[in-house]
């Protein structure tokens, strides 16, 4: 399957550390997961998508990439082939407008299921989909039904709002396609649906069946002295319900964050204002 890397913060961050330099950063996990990656930056509330099908450790443009990247909002995805070719088509994020998605899973017996799903997708979404995966329908299928409720060309959507229309949307998903499964690394016989959106401001993960971990705050920040936008939720959880900053990964990443499993199920977003949300 794939390896997911979100991060959404208050401040323009790097990101090296989390996907080069360290011991578990995502570059480093592809080396069991070849076929692809895909960093997504926001700069000027625009994304930025640059994408490959090679291995992204030796890929030198990865390494450039993440090198240079400093955003409040983040989204990288690294890609092992299960629907899908390996081809720039079929590589995350995938993007519509403001709004990119990434899926770490895949839909048990998809070609039974495609259609199904497509007839759920408007056609000013449909003719955007260009590649083979299950993961670019899921995605146009959540923007369907999210837009029923939501303005989607708007850039600052309330986390409990985008969190229980994707609660709905994903109810409807999984009655077309199948249960996700149980336990992670159950096989590509089951059906996972894990997967981090994002428009910029809002940033939202979805624990479907694949493992995924967050972040809102560290042991002890190496920057408490002098980071101008330090405060009491950045080494600690938060007693406000607001953030300065939220991390998403397949798994802990090595440093001073402290790590919290998403269970099953649960869904976990932050809004412009850096609101934290947590729905079972």
């Known amino acids: 399957m794939c390896r997911l890397f979100g991060f959404r913060s208050v401040i323009q ?13 995502l570059g480093i996990q592809a080396n069991s997961h070849p076929d692809g990656w895909g960093v997504a930056y926001y700069v000027q ?6 994408k490959s099908a ?10 450039r990439v993440s090198g240079i990247v400093s955003s409040e909002t983040v989204l990288a995805h690294i890609r092992k082939t299960t629907v899908g070719n390996n081809n720039i ?10 709004w990119v998605f990434a899926h770490n ?3 048990a ?4 299921k495609k259609d199904s799903l497509l007839k759920e997708i408007p056609l000013h979404f449909k003719r955007f989909i260009l590649g083979e995966t299950d993961s670019e329908i899921i995605f146009y299928f959540l923007l369907s039904q999210l837009e029923k409720k939501i303005d989607l060309t708007k850039k600052n959507v309330d986390a409990s709002l985008l969190a229980q229309t994707l609660k709905e949307a994903l109810a409807k998903l999984i009655s077309i396609t199948g249960e996700p499964a149980k336990i992670s690394d159950s096989g590509e016989a089951e059906t996972y649906y894990t997967f981090i959106l994002t428009n910029g401001k809002s940033m939202v993960g979805y624990h479907g069946g694949k493992d995924l ?10 920057e408490r002295d002098t980071c101008p936008s330090f405060s009491a939720e950045c080494e600690a959880a938060t007693q406000t319900g607001f953030i300065n900053h939220l991390i998403f990964s397949s798994e802990p990443l ?8 998403l269970k099953l199920g649960q869904i976990v977003a932050v809004d412009e204002d850096m609101k934290l949300t947590l729905l079972d």
């Not at 088509?89 to 403001?98: A, D, I, K, V, Y």
């Not at 017996?109 to 039974?112: A, C, L, R, T």
């Open 89 to 98: 088509l079929n590589t995350h994020p995938f993007q519509f407008g403001h």
């Open 254 to 261: 090595s440093g001073e964050n402290i790590w919290i499993p």
């Open 213 to 222: 971990h967050y972040s809102t705050y560290k042991k002890k920040c190496s």
């Open 105 to 107: 899973g895949n839909i």
């Open 45 to 50: 509330d625009s994304p930025h998508v640059v």
């Open 109 to 112: 017996h998809f070609e039974k």
């Open 13 to 25: 961050s790097q990101v090296h550390s989390s996907l080069v330099d360290a011991e578990n950063a």
């Open 54 to 63: 090679k291995a992204a450790l030796g890929d030198a443009i990865f390494k």
